[in-house]
């Protein structure tokens, strides 16, 4: 009896989980197919689920309209670039509130958080004036110092929940075994959260990866994503869903990739410290 | 071999220097078939300037005049050519932003623009933008279905008739709705539409004293007529309905009736977008009365070429202007992909073209309307602009009348709610702004 209801419950959980997977999946699945419609296929109502004259129209125009290696390029160097920027600064600082904490960290951490609730908006102009004085719009450079900014309290955070996790008493061991600092967070610290970093590093590739407010306002050409390759592709006047779709499928597909080769770590990484 | 190193050397020397020389124009854009043509064929330019190089930015509209904005406002120079339309072109120039287009060269034709259209990118007399491409409005219906419902498309059809004729033609089970126009909020969306419908009842935004008129007469009767169409004979979900989705609708034979831009035109007799091609008719936009203002034609508009004043290459983008908007490029683009794909709507010598007569049957229609269109302002209308006020708050302050229109169309609220919650906000922002003491 009680291996009938394990069963019963194992299908039912099993039939959820795919059901709400494939809700998520949908709109991605829906972008794809719509790039291999043509412009009057993607405005059909009742629109055709997969019986429909697939084609790769869409794909070729915006091959031929747009540099899509440039785009890539540039997102490549700003997410990997402030993300490892990032790191080099949030590990110390979480490591430091982690493991010696003050009667202020708290209070650091929520001050850190909160600058994330300032709509972007209200900090363009001052930030756009900065960068024309400095000379920063449309470079990688200025963009990877933003996005960098705006992830860091989230790294931080992130960092912080993961090393706490980890028992301040085997840190202490290995001090009474003679390791020092260095020797510490090399050899004792990193290899225990890595799983942690290792999520954190990958989300914040994507959320630098899938930024559309500064990267749309501070690049024109030369240091523009894919986001802005994206957003050429949007027409006040003209069908553009399927352009706009092949576009999109273009520009998630690298980030796509490295999220499936790498969706061990990431889950492994998001669940830690969840069961203790 | 000393002789072919140095020559080689002063040939790397000569190469550089002439990449040195090479000025790179970065040119904004909007997204729309004329525009991505352009980029197309580019090289006739470049092959003519070769010291001229051309960095496109395409962008969303509301992204592209978000960015032109900021650009322009902080003197960020990081364009040298903008695409701008009708509402930008006279509030920059007052600000000093936009240089003057004095000069665009001995055979580029200035007089041939069309009159309206060159009005509207004047400020005091001086043309401040290059128009690429303009529009105004016109009624799109459907021949064969007005045929099988008995009923004839006049010349100039009122909205009465309009209404009447859509009551015959809806067949809601068949899928088939008598109208579909803007209900999609926004000033450039429903706002253009209801700007210009308001019009046709002899109301404007603003009277002379900035005094905000959504409790007219003609407000009222356009307001109260637009809900009780959209609700009877409109499609469902009108509320988030913008120039694309009723394109779309339109092309898959969903819509009777359909009153919009004039450019809309090109896209549903194109075989390749439309399912009804070969059906579509053009009658001139309807009035809402006897000798209505510009009969009818109560919208104007141009995706124009300007040149902000941050720019440090104003000569080569005056160069570029000039080339983009000439008569030059119009036989260019004729030859190359056939006259209907011309950028209509900006010179009279393309609707004296016989070839482009034959080619696009809608562009009398379109000349009509462009021609009666007047947006100059008045003794009763302080402001430029039909569909649009062109003072720097109408983008916010049409944008919230227009959420409150939108949510009488999906029954949210009555006409009459609607009328006097757009008339508190109006009248809110306007003395906010100091229009009304």
């Known amino acids: 009896m009680a291996r009938a209801v394990s069963t019963r419950r194992k299908v039912f959980f099993t039939v959820l989980a795919w059901t709400v997977g494939l809700l998520i999946f949908f709109p991605i699945l829906w972008t794809i197919l719509t790039s291999f419609k043509s412009e009057g296929e993607a405005i059909m109502t009742p629109p055709h689920f997969l019986f429909f004259d697939w084609t790769l129209e869409g794909y070729h125009e915006v091959q031929a309209r747009s540099n899509y290696f440039l785009y890539m390029m540039n997102s490549v160097w700003l997410s990997f670039g402030s993300t490892l920027l990032g790191l080099l600064v949030a590990v110390p600082a979480a490591w430091a509130m982690a493991f010696s904490p003050t009667k202020r960290t708290r209070g650091i951490l929520l001050w850190m958080l909160s600058t994330k609730m300032l709509p972007a908006v209200g900090v363009l102009i001052p930030i756009y004036l900065i960068f024309q004085k400095l000379g920063l719009l449309d470079t990688r450079l200025g963009l990877i110092v933003v996005l960098f900014l705006i992830n860091l309290p989230i790294i931080v955070w992130m960092l912080y929940t993961y090393f706490k996790e980890i028992p301040g008493e085997i840190l202490e061991a290995a001090r009474m075994d003679g390791a020092n600092l260095r020797k510490e967070i090399l050899y004792v610290l990193t290899p225990m959260a890595v799983p942690g970093i290792a999520s954190t590093v990958l989300l914040n590739i994507i959320l630098a990866w899938n930024e559309a407010f500064w990267t749309l306002n501070l690049t024109t050409h030369d240091a523009a994503p894919l986001t802005v390759f994206i957003a050429s592709y949007s027409s006040p006047e003209g069908l553009f869903w399927a352009k706009l779709s092949a576009a999109s499928t273009l520009a998630i597909a690298p980030i796509l990739v490295l999220g499936w080769f790498s969706q061990k770590q990431l889950v492994r990484g998001l669940t830690f410290g969840a069961v203790k | ?437």
């Open chain 2, 1 to 437: 071999m000393k002789a072919k190193t140095i020559l080689a050397g002063a040939a790397s020397l000569l190469a550089l220097t002439a990449y040195a020389k090479a000025e790179t124009l970065t040119i904004a854009t909007v997204n729309n078939g004329d525009m991505i043509r352009m980029q197309g064929l580019t090289d006739d330019f470049t092959k003519a300037n070769p010291d001229i190089q051309l960095n496109w930015v395409t962008l969303e509209e509301n992204v592209l005049r978000q960015k032109v904005t900021t650009d322009i406002a902080t003197k960020g120079g990081q364009y040298d050519v903008m695409t701008i339309g009708t509402y930008e072109v006279p509030i920059w120039a007052k600000n000093g932003w936009l240089v003057s287009l004095g000069d665009l060269g001995d055979d580029y034709d200035v007089d041939d623009l069309l009159p309206p259209i060159r009005n509207a990118l004047s400020a005091d007399g001086t043309l401040y933008a290059a128009p690429f491409y303009g529009e105004s409005v016109m009624t799109l219906y459907r021949k064969d279905l007005f045929d099988k419902a008995g009923v004839t498309m006049p010349e100039k059809p009122t909205w009465d008739f309009i209404k009447d004729a859509a009551s015959k033609i809806t067949d809601k089970n068949a899928g088939v709705y008598g109208i579909c126009l803007r209900g999609k909020p926004g000033w450039g969306e429903n706002m253009a539409f209801l700007g210009n419908l308001a019009r046709d009842y002899g109301a404007n935004y603003f009277d002379a004293n900035w005094k905000p008129q959504f409790e007219s007469e003609g407000w009222k009767k356009a307001i109260e007529f637009y809900v009780d169409l959209m609700k009877n004979y409109g499609p469902p979900g009108a509320a988030s309905n913008g120039f694309n989705e009723n394109l779309a609708l339109f092309g898959s034979g969903k819509c009777g009736m359909w009153m919009d831009a004039t450019v809309a035109a090109s896209f549903v007799t194109d075989p390749k977008q439309s399912q009804v091609a070969d059906k579509v008719g053009f009658a001139k936009a309807p009035c809402g009365e006897e000798n209505c203002p510009n009969d009818g034609a109560n919208w104007l508009w141009a995706w124009s070429l300007a040149i902000p004043a941050g720019s440090q290459k104003q000569d080569a983008a005056e160069k570029f202007i000039a080339w983009a908007t000439s008569k030059h490029y119009a036989e260019l683009v004729a030859g190359k992909e056939g006259w209907a794909n011309v950028p209509p709507g900006t010179r009279t010598s393309l609707y004296d073209n016989p070839d482009y007569q034959k080619a696009a049957p809608f562009a009398k229609q379109t000349l009509a309307a462009i021609n009666a269109a007047d947006p100059s302002s008045g003794p009763d209308k302080p402001y430029n602009g039909l569909q649009y006020a062109a003072i720097p708050e109408f983008q916010g302050l049409g944008t919230a009348v227009g959420q409150i229109f939108a949510a009488a169309v999906s029954g949210q609220m009555s006409a009459d709610q609607a009328l006097q919650g757009a008339q508190a906000t109006a009248t809110r922002e306007m003395t906010k702004a100091g229009y009304i003491k």
